[in-house]
């Protein structure tokens, strides 16, 4: 059974930038297709940004379309999220998830696709 690690979180000001890991355990990342989602308090689980089984397709929500990229390092079973020009909206847990058996991006952005979900990394950005 796979298990997806996130790391890298943490308390940062407006402004600042973080990156993101997750790595896998028990099976190999690629080739499916892993996307990164995040929930504030209060709200559902949002999607964040996907990456296809061979890295060369990616996915952003519109809110860190510019400021996020995702990218992924097959060979060491991880995925990252390097995070740019933070804001205090982006304060939430960040979970990273993998789709099995998906190597496209199609519904990419919905949870449901996705089976297995690692426990979450704290980001929060103070103004």
């Known amino acids: 059974q796979v298990q997806l690690v996130e790391s890298g979180g943490g308390l940062v000001q407006a402004g600042d930038s973080l990156r993101l890991s997750c790595a896998a355990s028990?099976?190999?990342?690629?080739?499916?297709?892993m996307g990164w989602f995040r929930q504030a308090p209060g709200k559902e689980r949002a999607f964040v940004a996907a990456?296809?089984?061979?890295?060369?397709?990616?996915y952003y929500a519109d809110s860190v379309k510019g400021r996020f990229t995702i990218s992924r390092d097959n060979a060491k079973s991880t995925v990252y999220l390097e995070m740019n020009s933070l804001e205090p909206e982006d304060t939430a847990v960040y979970y990273c998830?993998?789709?099995?058996?998906?190597?496209?991006?199609?519904?990419?952005?919905?949870?449901?696709?996705?089976?297995?979900w690692g426990q979450g990394t704290q980001v929060t950005v103070s103004s």
């Open positions: 990456i296809s089984g061979g890295g060369g397709n990616m």
């Open positions: 028990g099976r190999a990342v690629g080739p499916n297709v």
């Open positions: 998830a993998a789709a099995a058996g998906r190597n496209n991006l199609v519904a990419a952005s919905l949870p449901s696709l996705y089976d297995c």
